[in-house]
């Protein structure tokens, strides 16, 4: 049995990891952490895992999570850089689903995240949590930064036309439109996701610069072997859980012949986790609720020179704690879809 210990177990991506964890077959969660709940029985505070998770909350200085063999943090930003150190010495591995991880340049985090980096040597060793993408570093990996919800979704949505440094689209105009629900902004209180605020309600936000920006160009120039630009606007939708990501590339003239289905259909014909629709589909957020999947269709208008790809995912499952289980399975030698074999909940 691999032991977990999820420090920040009581918000949302912790409470999702329980859920998933609780139906692994080879996972045991022995710690969880709560400053505000601790002692309290993890099944008391979420009944829907009453009769499948059997601990209560420690506080983070209690938890004895150096006994465990893989420490997920579901924690805000700067939690996960100032104790995964004691961690990996004391043989755990780390999986961190905030940003500590991402951003391999600490300047750029200190630009986004507004604090300085404390361990620039653990940064520079982090393997990115997108298993398309890294999955045999992933393997191999004692510290996984797991890839952020909206540049999961991004990234998936153009992995075909980029990497290898295929020049298939033009790759100074892309534009990425997404819309999440309000589970993306976790359970803290904040006006901004009261139900009086976000109900029958529909806005775009952080217009002129989102953090997901750097990380999703970092790993689409990653992906291309060559400097790629985006444009990335989000928008908070009234749904609890779900992102829907729209994407325009502008293909380049000498591709114009490419059939896109087919590359998209052969790249991702072995993932276990991506999905991608028939030509002209309209994939639907519910489709994708509470699984791990990510679902992809491609438009082509008037067979013209837009591209567009439509692709959604379940921000709390394959945007955060879903991918965090799937990468555990690589780094732990299980099988990749170990618990997350999971079919979406309708309606
Ligand atoms: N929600 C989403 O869709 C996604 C979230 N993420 C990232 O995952 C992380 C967690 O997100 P989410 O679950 O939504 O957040 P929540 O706000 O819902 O939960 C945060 C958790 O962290 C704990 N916590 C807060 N501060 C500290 C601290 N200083 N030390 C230890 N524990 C702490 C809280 O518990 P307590 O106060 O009881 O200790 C709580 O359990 C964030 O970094 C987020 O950016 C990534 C992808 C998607
Ligand atoms: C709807 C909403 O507020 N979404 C969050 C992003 C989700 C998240 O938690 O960001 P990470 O993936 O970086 O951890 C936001 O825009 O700040």
Known sequence: MIKVGIVGGTGYTGVELLRLLAGHPAAHVTAVTSRKEAGMPVAEMFPSLRGRVDVAFSTPEEAKLTECDVVFFATPHG????????????????????ADFRLKDPAVFQQWYAMEHSCTDLLAEAVYGLPEVNREAIKAARLVGMAGCYPTSVQLGLLPLLEGGKQLIDVETLIADCKSGVSGA?????????????????????????????????????????????????HLTPMIRGIHSTIY??????????????????????????????????????SVRGSNTARIALHRPGNGDLLIVLVVEDNLVKGASGQAVQVMNLMFGQPENAGLDIVPLLP
């Open 79 to 98: 939690v996960a850089m100032a104790q995964a150190r004691e961690l990996l010495e004391a043989g755990v591995k780390v999986i961190d689903l905030a």
């Open 186 to 234: 976790g359970r803290k209180a904040e006006v901004g996701t009261l139900l009086a605020e976000a109900g029958d309600n529909f806005k775009a936000y952080a217009v002129k610069g989102h953090r997901h920006s750097p990380e999703i160009m970092q790993g689409l120039s990653a992906i291309h072997g060559a400097p790629v630009k985006l444009t990335f606007v989000p």
């Open 249 to 286: 590339a502008r293909i380049r003239p000498e591709a114009s012949a490419t059939d896109f289905q087919a590359l998209f259909e052969q790249r991702f014909a072995a993932e276990p986790f991506v999905d991608v629709l028939p030509a002209g589909s309209h994939p639907e957020t519910r």
